[in-house]
């Protein structure tokens, strides 16, 4: 049970280039997250995925897009990167999502947009 | 407690005496409050929740108080060791199925 993984563990971008972060989790949770995390702030959720086949919004979802095609992935793209964009990842996935639910976390990709 | 910016604060403690770490939330209507540790390189782990009905909540080694009437979380950590160095989170559950997530407190244990 390996709980919640993400690929890859580090990237560094050019202004422009495109990428695809990946999220797996072996729990069979519904829920699935993405947070941004910068220096001295709170995790910030950026898109989040309620089951198979469905995405919405957090609060900042600009720049930024996400897939749940299997339930145990999902997917955060990057379509145009920006240096504000610079930043660690953290992938998340809950049982349920009434927020009572506990949210398991991944180890993070750190990525540099230069 | 939590802080805007980007210097967090920072509680050092010597190994084996008691931490305390505050955090202030920032919704009333909150019902659900979480505290997650954040070691160096990882992603946050769940630590301890406790639900608005509560005012007290323990588990191993730590506790949370909850005060609904000024807004605080506290988390206790008994017998602090060099394995609790850590960045510590509160997260509340403030609408629906999201948590918001305060800045985040260093915990440094000397020993």
């Known amino acids: 049970n390996a709980g919640v993984t993400q690929t890859p563990k580090f990237r560094v971008l050019k202004t422009g280039q495109s990428m695809t972060l990946l999220c797996a989790q072996d729990m069979n949770h519904e829920y699935m997250y993405w947070y941004r995390q910068d220096p001295g702030m709170g995790l910030r959720l950026i898109h989040y995925s309620v089951g198979e086949g469905t995405t919405a919004k957090g609060e900042v979802p600009d720049g930024y897009n996400v897939s749940r095609l299997k339930k145990q992935n999902f997917l955060l793209g990057l379509e145009s990167a920006a240096p504000s964009q610079t930043s660690v990842y953290f992938c998340a996935s809950s049982y349920g999502g009434r927020g009572e639910d506990t949210q398991y976390f991944g180890p993070g990709t750190r990525l540099t947009v230069l | 407690g939590e802080s805007v910016g980007l210097h967090l604060p920072t509680l050092s403690v010597q190994e084996g005496d008691n931490s305390i770490i505050n955090c202030a939330y920032s919704?009333?209507?909150?019902?659900?409050f979480i505290w997650y540790k954040q070691e160096s390189g990882k992603g946050p782990q769940f630590i301890i929740d406790?639900?608005?009905?509560?005012d007290k909540r323990q588990g191993q080694r730590v506790t949370v108080l909850l005060n609904k009437t000024v807004k605080h979380l506290s988390l206790q950590i008994a017998a602090t060791q060099p394995g609790d160095s850590a960045v510590y989170f509160c997260a509340e559950n403030e609408y629906g199925n999201k948590l918001v997530f305060g800045a985040g407190t260093i915990l440094r244990v000397k020993s």
């Open positions: 919704n009333s209507a909150s019902d659900y």
């Open positions: 406790i639900r608005s009905n509560m």
